[in-house]
């Protein structure tokens, strides 16, 4: 039983204030050549214009594309295009989980071929692990991936899928063993997807939210090659990378309904009442106390300390802070003046927020999930 | 890496401040073999400079110190000396030895110097001012902040206690003749954000404890034929509390780390303590809920040290001002420099 947590105060090194300020004027540039105000997540072009300033894939090496620039220089780019709600939908599975995932097991060849599109902002990832009856427990996977001459064949149903529609490549985990006696998470394995296969039909799921990211992905006798295969065969329960925890400790596990916040501070005005005033401290002093874990945990892994329990609770708290951001700054604007055009904005806002909201703590592992997580990392499992 | 002074704390604290055998002393017998210890290594006076009588340690190692104390809920007025210490310290005036606190203690309460060195005023919530032997006090002089050294006895105190029993008292300041003061530059403010954040890293430290004691129980306590800790309902009660100790040792590191760095008081250093404050009193309310559930009645009870934690962590949200005075007073400054502001302030911490 160890209870020892650390959150170490760690601040960015000055190398990062620079690239923040460069991220930030050509966001800037962005969007006063007409972005500004809509609502758009995906855009071919300005992945296209990220890649071509080196802001994906730059923590990978040089020679596939990176820039061998540190995980807190790619903190802070995600931070910025994220509070400033930058349509990264294109790049942004690749360059935090697809990318380095095929850095660390895809064959040479696939590496040189695919890592520089990704890092030029042109290929679009998506991951294929939920199934209808297999959601949460990753385990229960029951797509089956058959060898077949040169390769696999393919064969299930993968749901819940983000950007299939969009994407080219899927990183997708096949049940290629039935599952081992002792080891319930044996016999599954990861595979590189080319999504334009035959066989692979993509079906989508609208959204409550009226956005449309879900898809149902069905294969019928898809074709893998051999190459296609990313690690051990049957052995990708022990593939988790590093990445993951970075995942789930980033900036995205609390600034995703932001604009609620900073659309709250234009409607409020610089004298808001003593009941608003006091609410929105305690939001900037949550916010602000979140960053400062999340900053934590991406600095102890660019240490290369393993925080898995620290990461897990940024995203635990993270999650359920943007969750419930929308009803509070709902309550703190309710004596606010209730026309005019900072109302008229706040109002769609937060109507999208709302509708985004129930699924901030279950995307990426449920509040469940992480709390069982934290549990295993303090002992009681 | 805790450094060799917060060492020699801990080993202190751990000898001389155990919980069960504070909890068993209805007397407070321990507290003077205590306080002679942390005197003899310098401890109380961490934040002088040599040169003015103290160890002169930095910010950051007193910080580290009293997030140990926090560890043992330590129910002595360290961090009151400290701070004390380093008020004066800010106005080069020696400190005395034995206990110290501060005045003013809350938002919004002026004491003024007159030029003959007679204080007015009155500080409510004192904390162990029926204990201390001298006020650090910070006045208003005819020209500018005064730093002045008081004997408590020249005060009249009104003793009271706080919700964990601790001694507080209101101070009243009629005239009182300072023993020395001098001019320095720091305004209430700062000095009792210093507070909160002294209050923060204790809370911290406290709610670091709160889950050690509850993981051990969950651990031993057998109820429907398991260990209470293999229950989902229970796990997860666990890991919510791990999350607001983490999020208050963040939070208090972080402004701990802030004000050791800060060349002056600015915006992005009042954010980190007033967050620091407003985090940790909002992590020592959900995180002492959460202990006392998984510890059931026991935890209720006198003889079991969990109060020692739960009580002091409630208690300490008062100390410095509340944390809904600074949320609202964070929140007035974050209007005032308006929406676009608001993102920077944050990314720049």
Redesign the interface.
Same mark, same amino acid.
């Given at each position: 039983m160890n209870a020892a947590l650390h959150f170490d105060p760690i601040r960015l090194p000055p190398e990062c204030i620079r690239l923040r300020q460069e991220v930030r004027e050509f966001l800037e540039g962005e969007l006063d050549s007409g972005r500004r105000g809509r609502r758009e997540v995906f855009n071919r072009e300005f992945s296209r214009k990220v890649g071509a300033k080196g802001w994906i894939g730059m923590t990978w090496p040089q020679k596939y594309g990176g820039r061998g620039r540190s995980h807190l220089e790619r903190y802070v780019v995600t931070e910025e295009f994220l509070a400033a709600r930058a349509p990264v939908r294109l790049h942004f599975v690749a360059d935090r989980q697809s990318g380095p995932v095929l850095l660390r097991y895809a064959p040479e060849h696939i590496k040189a071929d695919l890592l520089p599109r990704i890092c030029r902002g042109e290929l679009c990832f998506c991951i294929g692990m939920s199934e209808p009856g297999s959601g949460s427990d990753l385990f229960a996977a029951k797509t089956r991936a058959v060898p077949a001459s040169g390769g696999f064949v393919v064969n299930g149903t993968k749901i819940w899928t983000s950007n299939a529609h969009q994407a080219d490549y899927m990183l997708g985990l096949f049940r290629t063993s039935p599952p081992a006696a002792d080891n319930r998470r044996h016999g599954l394995s990861q595979f590189l997807v080319d999504m334009k296969a035959p066989g692979i039909r993509v079906n989508p799921i609208r959204q409550m939210s009226g956005e449309h990211d879900f898809n149902e992905v069905v294969f019928t006798d898809a074709f893998i090659p051999q190459d296609h295969l990313l690690g051990e065969i049957d052995g990708a329960w022990k593939q988790a990378t590093s990445e993951l925890a970075y995942e789930r400790s980033g900036p995205e596990r609390f600034l995703e309904t932001l604009d609620v916040l900073i659309a709250l501070v234009r409607l409020l005005g610089a004298q808001p009442d003593l009941r608003a005033a006091e609410g929105l401290g305690r939001l900037v002093a949550q916010l602000h106390a979140l960053r400062r874990m999340s900053v934590s945990v991406s600095g102890m892994l660019a240490a290369g300390a393993e925080p898995v329990v620290e990461g897990s609770i940024v995203k635990d708290l993270g999650t359920l802070w943007e969750q419930r951001l929308p009803a509070r700054v709902r309550e703190l604007a309710a004596f606010a003046p209730s026309d005019g055009a900072a109302r008229a904005s706040f109002d769609e806002r937060l109507e999208f927020a709302t509708l985004i909201a129930p699924k901030l703590t279950i995307q990426g592992g449920t509040t469940e999930v992480l709390r069982g997580i934290v549990a295993r990392g303090l002992g009681l499992r | 890496m805790a450094s060799p002074v917060t060492e020699a704390a801990q080993r202190i604290f751990a000898d001389l401040a155990d919980p069960q055998a504070v909890n068993r002393d209805a007397g407070g017998a321990w507290k003077a073999p205590l306080w002679r210890a942390l005197e003899e290594a310098g401890l109380t006076l961490a934040w002088v400079p040599e040169a003015l009588g103290g160890a002169g340690a930095r910010l950051a190692e007193g910080f580290e110190v009293l997030a140990a104390a926090g560890r043992y809920a330590l129910a002595a007025p360290l961090a009151e000396t400290l701070l004390a210490g380093w008020l004066l310290a800010r106005g080069g005036l020696t400190a005395p030895s034995g206990m110290m606190s501060l005045a003013p203690a809350q938002p919004g309460e002026p004491i003024l110097l007159d030029p003959d060195g007679a204080l007015r005023g009155r500080a409510r919530a004192v904390p162990f001012a029926p204990e201390a032997a001298h006020f650090a006090v910070l006045a208003q002089g005819a020209t500018g902040a005064r730093v002045a050294l008081v004997e408590a006895r020249a005060c009249k105190v009104d003793a009271g206690k706080t919700l964990a029993g601790d001694s507080l008292g209101e101070v009243v300041f009629d005239g009182t003749t300072a023993l020395t003061h001098a001019s320095a530059e720091v305004d209430a403010t700062e000095l009792l954000l210093m507070g909160c954040i002294a209050r923060a890293v204790q809370s911290a430290g406290a709610l670091?404890t709160l889950?050690?004691l509850a993981? @051990?129980y969950?651990?031993e306590r057998v109820a429907f034929e398991r260990p209470i800790? @293999?229950f +989902?309902a229970? +796990?997860?009660n666990?890991?919510?509390l791990?999350?607001e100790?983490?999020?208050a040792?963040?939070?208090s590191?972080?402004a701990?780390?802030?004000i050791e760095?800060a060349a002056r008081f600015d915006e992005g250093v009042f954010?980190?303590a007033?967050?620091a404050k407003?985090?940790c009193a909002?992590a020592a309310h959900e995180g002492a809920a959460i202990a006392h559930q998984v510890f059931g009645a026991i935890g209720y009870s006198q003889e079991h040290i969990l109060h020692r934690f739960t009580l002091r962590l409630l208690a300490w949200r008062e100390d410095f001002g509340n944390?809904?005075l600074?949320?609202?007073?964070?929140?007035?400054r974050?209007? +005032?420099h308006?929406?676009?502001e608001?993102?920077p302030l944050?990314?720049a911490?």
């Open positions: - | 670091g889950l050690e993981l @051990r969950a651990g800790g @293999r +989902q229970v +796990q997860h666990l890991a919510r791990a999350g100790a983490s999020a040792l963040a939070a590191a972080s701990a780390d802030a760095r954010l980190e007033a967050a407003i985090r909002e944390e809904s600074w949320a609202a007073e964070l929140g007035r974050v209007a +005032q308006g929406a676009d608001l993102w944050i990314a911490r």
